[in-house]
């Protein structure tokens, strides 16, 4: 069955450091990713979407990645602040029996002062 | 541009009773989503509307659950009965068409705990 994983522990990391979050999945080939935000008592907001063409995307502070043959995107942060703290969801594009977007359970990131 | 907007922010109720939740998308968005989100996982999507008409409904619980898009606006989303394990955040979302590959403007959503 098809799944979808992200770091399965809470991040936290010093200010100014590069946050680092995984999304891996297994049966899946899906056509594009995307990455959102959610903050406590929001609903998520778009960052990126990468296209399985495409390696990389950046955008400012934030870059992603896409390896279609590992089954694997990470997703960058670099010079982390403390208002980068959330919630970041890896959502998966729609393949095969997956008609819809498939949300990751997201990874609670937490940037120290 | 005003984002997607939702009512009511919380909702308590008893098991049993009736809830209705209230969505009005942006401006000139032709797709209209309600998703589930249960504490520590991420949206379930549970409906997907295009204008008035349901393009998926596979994993709306048709038994307990009703939506409807009248006019292609505007939604509601009910749920009666309430079960407990109905306690979620209940997020309505919007994206211009279908194909736009899928980015979706979110509501800040509707907290419901059954009781």
């Known amino acids: 069955s098809q799944k979808i994983e992200q770091n399965s522990e809470a991040l936290n990391i010093q200010e100014g450091k590069t946050a680092t979050l995984t999304c891996n999945y297994t049966?899946?080939?899906?056509?594009?990713l995307q990455w959102y935000r959610q903050d406590p008592g929001r609903g998520p907001v778009f960052l990126l979407l990468?296209?399985?063409?495409?390696k990389e995307k950046r955008k400012e502070r934030l870059k992603v990645t896409f390896d279609t043959t590992l089954k694997q995107s990470l997703f960058h942060i670099t010079a982390s602040q403390p208002a980068d703290s959330a919630t970041y969801l890896c959502?998966?594009?729609?393949?095969?029996?997956?008609?819809?977007?498939?949300f990751g359970s997201g990874t609670q990131l937490t940037v120290l002062p | 541009e005003a984002g997607v907007a939702q009512s009511p922010r919380y909702k308590i109720i008893e098991k049993r009773q009736s809830v209705a939740f209230w969505c009005n998308p942006i401006?000139?968005?032709?797709?209209l989503y309600w998703y589930q989100q249960i504490l520590g996982q991420g949206p379930k999507l549970l409906i997907q509307?295009?204008?008035?008409?349901?393009?998926?409904d596979s994993q709306l619980p048709k038994d307990r659950f009703s939506a409807e898009r009248l006019k292609g606006v505007d939604s509601t989303l009910k749920i009666q009965p309430a079960k407990l394990e109905d306690s979620a955040v209940y997020l309505c979302?919007?994206?211009?068409?279908?194909?736009?590959?899928?980015?979706?403007?979110f509501g800040s959503g509707t907290q419901l705990s059954v009781l």
């Open positions: 979302a919007s994206s211009f068409n279908l194909g736009t590959e899928g980015k979706l403007f």
């Open positions: 049966n899946y080939s899906p056509a594009y």
């Open positions: 990468i296209r399985e063409n495409e």
């Open positions: 959502v998966l594009g729609p393949s095969g029996s997956a008609r819809q977007l498939t």
């Open positions: 401006s000139g968005h032709a797709t």
């Open positions: 509307f295009q204008n008035n008409g349901v393009v998926d």
